[in-house]
């Protein structure tokens, strides 16, 4: 990129700036010389301001550099969303595409266990549910990351259309500058050196958009693959995930397989599983305890037995099992 062309008067050089809602008072050389500064300092969105506001004013000697300079700005506000990069970041685009491939590989191992589970069904044999649940948790793993990348791809398109409508004006500047002074070769330059920069943008956000696309198509699919295959998993063999472990989670399971809370960030504990309570469910269970167990009994007395030790009336309080 070459060099700004600044069209600054020496003594505007060595003035202070006006404060900064004061543009309507300054005429188009000075509101060139305050944009073109701006633009020095990296203060784009001001110089944006300016350098719009001296073409507004239709000076013809001025035109050619404020179009050159805004120019400028609007490749530098493009770049400065890419991170000051002029191109987009090849990994997002790599990631789709990687978690499309991720999707069918699962869609076509959850198939295939579909299909062994019909078989043996119909043989009247036992289903082997062991590989079938390891492909039903990998095929929910892989719908729940898409479904969480898929916002961040949506985002990072919206800024790349930003960028895309900021480069386009970008050539549309230099190339008007060009027309209007022939001898601005340094307009010309920056204009065909941007102009490819944006093709090459545009071709890797389309890239982007389709996969973005077949993302969300090819998560519709898994989810059906999915539910198919839970159809045909006993409750007490599916995998944990099947149900959510949050508020966000989707549950997979149908209604009247699911248990209460189940998706919600609640869930009930499978067997053998530790069930964590919270601290006032704790505080209050503590407490209960106390009372149980906090009163003195008379002397000799055992629990489950009469005074003398014999063996308790059917009406005899019994302790809990613990």
Do not use: C
């Not at 300092?41 to 179009?67: F, K, M, N, V, Y």
């Amino acid at each position: 990129m070459k060099s700004l062309l600044p069209l600054l008067l020496a003594a505007s050089l060595l003035a202070a700036e006006p404060p900064a809602d004061d543009l309507g008072r300054l005429d188009a050389r000075e509101l060139h010389n305050r944009g073109t500064r701006r633009l020095a300092d990296g203060d784009l969105a001001g110089a944006e301001e300016a350098l719009r506001a001296s073409l507004g004013r239709d000076l013809d000697d001025l035109r050619t550099p404020a179009l050159h300079n805004l120019g400028h700005v609007r490749f530098g506000k493009g770049r400065a969303t890419l991170g000051g990069k002029t191109n987009g970041d090849v990994t997002e685009l790599s990631i789709a595409r990687s978690y499309l491939e991720a999707a069918d590989a699962d869609i076509a191992d959850m198939q295939d266990q579909i299909t062994l589970l019909d078989r043996a069904k119909a043989a009247g044999k036992e289903p082997d549910y062991v590989p079938a649940v390891a492909a039903l948790g990998q095929g929910i793993d892989t719908y729940r990351t898409v479904k969480k990348l898929l916002p961040k791809e949506e985002a990072m398109l919206a800024k790349r259309t930003g960028v895309l409508a900021a480069w386009t004006r970008s050539v549309g500047d230099f190339r008007g500058a060009h027309e209007l002074d022939p001898r601005d070769q340094e307009s010309k330059a920056n204009a065909d050196a941007i102009d490819e920069l944006l093709r090459s943008l545009e071709r890797e956000t389309r890239q982007l958009a389709d996969a973005v696309v077949a993302q969300r198509l090819k998560q519709e699919e898994l989810r059906e693959v999915i539910r198919e295959l839970i159809k045909r998993i006993p409750d007490d063999k599916l995998p944990q995930n099947a149900e959510g472990d949050g508020e966000d989670d989707e549950n997979f399971l149908p209604e009247d397989r699911q248990k209460p809370g189940a998706g919600s960030g609640k869930r009930e504990p499978r067997s053998g599983e530790e069930q964590k309570m919270t601290e006032q469910e704790a505080r209050g269970a503590l407490e209960g305890l106390k009372n149980e167990f906090g009163r003195k009994m008379p002397a000799g007395e055992k629990p489950g037995a009469d005074g003398e030790g014999k063996p308790g009336k059917p009406n005899a309080k019994k302790g809990k099992d613990y």
